[in-house]
T-cell receptor, first 109, second 113 residues
Framework: QKEVEQNSGPLSVPEGAIASLNCTYSDRGSQSFFWYRQYSGKSPELIMSIYSNGDKEDGRFTAQLNKASQYVSLLIRDSQPSDSATYLCAASGYSTLTFGKGTMLLVSP | DGGITQSPKYLFRKEGQNVTLSCEQNLNHDAMYWYRQDPGQGLRLIYYSQIVNDFQKGDIAEGYSVSREKKESFPLTVTSAQKNPTAFYLC????????????FGPGTRLLVL
């Protein structure tokens, strides 16, 4: 059974701090990795995708991938209260994505 | 405006009743997916389709059925065999396969009367 593991949280950070979200995956064949943000009662929206080892930056967000350690992370710089949401990590298989259960992030003003 | 639409937003099911959730996309995507989300459970795959007239079971297909007669449409039927249907149902699509980004519709919340 392919698995994606995330700490459920909540992860609490003050406004302006860096939030670090982590994810591990079991399928060594996974090639594509995604971070989605989901506000309560809403559907997931894509934050970042990453396919190669290393870092990928987009604005305040940086995704990091280490295939040898089967580890993906998302850093959010200058966290804002509007970043408070559940963050879902997903790893691709041949035909499907496997999602983690998500980490809840709370950013306090 | 390109995107994925799901209807209805809320759906109520009576005991023994089959209900159908609609999912339509105008992104010209080949692949479509149905997920179920329960509180604290993350997303679980029900069915997926990579091409018209073909679909595969996901991890929790029992009690559900789908069809893919048109590229744009992938309706999900929750049958009376699904004994615990209360959940948030999400439809998604991707250009070709799961290696590419999946985009989600707004979801349908199904409640049992």
């Amino acid at each position: 059974q392919k698995e994606v593991e995330q700490n459920s949280g909540p992860l609490s950070v003050p406004e302006g701090a860096i939030a670090s979200l982590n994810c591990t995956y079991s399928d060594r064949g996974s090639q594509s990795f995604f971070w989605y943000r989901q506000y309560s009662g809403k559907s997931p929206e894509l934050i970042m995708s990453i396919y190669s080892n290393g870092d990928k930056e987009d604005g305040r967000f940086t995704a990091q991938l280490n295939k040898a350690s089967q580890y993906v992370s998302l850093l959010i710089r200058d966290s804002q209260p509007s970043d408070s949401a559940t963050y879902l990590c997903a790893a691709s298989g041949y035909s499907t994505l496997t999602f983690g259960k998500g980490t809840m992030l709370l950013v306090s003003p | 405006d390109g995107g994925i639409t799901q209807s209805p937003k809320y759906l109520f099911r009576k005991e023994g009743q089959n209900v159908t959730l609609s999912c339509e996309q105008n992104l010209n995507h080949d692949a479509m997916y149905w997920y179920r989300q329960d509180p604290g459970q993350g997303l679980r795959l029900i069915y997926y389709s990579q091409i018209v007239n073909d679909f595969q079971k996901g991890d929790i297909a029992e009690g559900y059925s789908v069809s893919r007669e048109k590229k744009e449409s992938f309706p999900l039927t929750v049958t009376s065999a699904q004994k615990n249907p209360t959940a948030f149902y999400l439809c998604a699509s991707s250009r070709t396969s799961a290696q590419e980004t999946q985009y989600f519709g707004p979801g349908t919340r199904l409640l049992v009367l």
